[in-house]
């Protein structure tokens, strides 16, 4: 195989924690499994903190006082373990989500994206759902970015859970040559885990690009917030040319914490945009 990418992605459980410290024991060992394993990128789910928000915290306290405190200043803990990880490790971390105070008070929702040479990016997720509007009072950023970088010479973007489910967002990613989309997700039941899994394989096909999902699994039953969710990572393909016909290079286990690994062909990938059964990214109409 010529250029290629080692991708690993992850579902990680949001079960009530003893300590912190063991959901930075869970994270490191699903790490220290990807480098064991050849990964070079280690992709974490959407609100991967939440365990870490309620924990230490009564179920009286209301749910959205605990989520403001953390976005106000604790989330900088968060960021600085990921950036020490993703060094020590020699990984690139693109981190899950979690909850972040602007300057201008409104809360995002935002993933950091931590390179193996201690260097990081971020992007705020687009689009928020009903609840994430509703409940948590979680906004779109005043000026919505959707960054493009490059992981070890992939041209990569992150579209946040239900981000994934618009296709304009991820047109502007494939039109800036895009490779691989990178879906950190959160769903609590199985018709949104299915909503967001179908979108991201339509996006494979729509423009000829890698997909990776990863999900938060579990809950904690003493919060109504986020008492249990459902969910499945997977690594998913164009379905042409020498990619698996189903377009499932590779998934996780329904329901439990753990990763699944595969290896991107970029070559392919290439090759099936130049010369593919259908060009679907050349043939796009591309609407202002």
């Known amino acids: 195989m010529g250029r290629s990418l080692r991708l690993a992605s992850t579902q990680i459980s949001l079960a ?3 300590s912190p410290e063991v959901f930075w024991q869970r994270v490191e060992t699903l790490v220290v499994k990807s ?3 050849g990964a070079r990128v280690l992709l974490l789910p959407e609100y991967i903190t939440l365990s870490l ?3 230490g915290h009564e179920a009286s306290i209301p749910f959205r006082e605990r989520l403001d405190a953390y976005a106000n200043s604790t989330y900088k803990e968060f960021e600085r ?5 993703a060094k020590r490790y020699a990984i690139h971390i693109v981190g899950g989500t979690y909850p972040v105070r602007l300057a201008d008070a409104h809360v ?3 993933c950091l994206i931590a390179k193996a040479d201690g260097t990081s ?3 705020d997720k687009l689009n928020m759902t009903r609840f994430e509007a509703e409940e948590w009072h979680i906004q779109s ?3 919505p970015l959707l960054t493009i970088f490059e992981l070890d010479g992939v041209r990569c ?3 946040i859970c239900y981000d994934v489910e618009f296709p304009r967002v991820t047109a502007m990613a494939a039109g800036a040559g895009v490779e691989l989309l990178l879906v950190p997700s959160c769903t609590d039941h199985y018709h949104g885990y299915w909503r967001v899994r179908h979108c991201a394989h339509a996006r494979t096909v729509e423009n000829q690009c890698f997909v990776a999902l990863a999900s938060v699994v579990e809950g904690d039953a003493r919060f109504p917030e986020m008492d249990v969710h459902y969910g499945q990572a997977a690594i998913l393909t164009p379905c042409d040319g020498s990619f698996p016909e189903r377009g499932i290079l590779a998934e996780g286990q329904l329901n439990q914490e753990g990763l699944c690994v595969a290896t991107l062909d970029l070559e392919e990938l290439g090759r099936i945009r130049r010369d593919g059964s259908v060009l679907n990214l050349r043939d796009q109409n591309w609407f202002p």
């Open 121 to 123: 990016l971020i992007q």
């Open 81 to 85: 373990k990921i950036l020490e990880l």
């Open 35 to 37: 480098k064991q394993q």
């Open 53 to 55: 928000i309620v924990h």
């Open 16 to 18: 009530p924690l003893s």
């Open 157 to 159: 973007a992150v579209a």
């Open 141 to 143: 950023p005043q000026e």
């Open 108 to 110: 995002v929702n935002r």
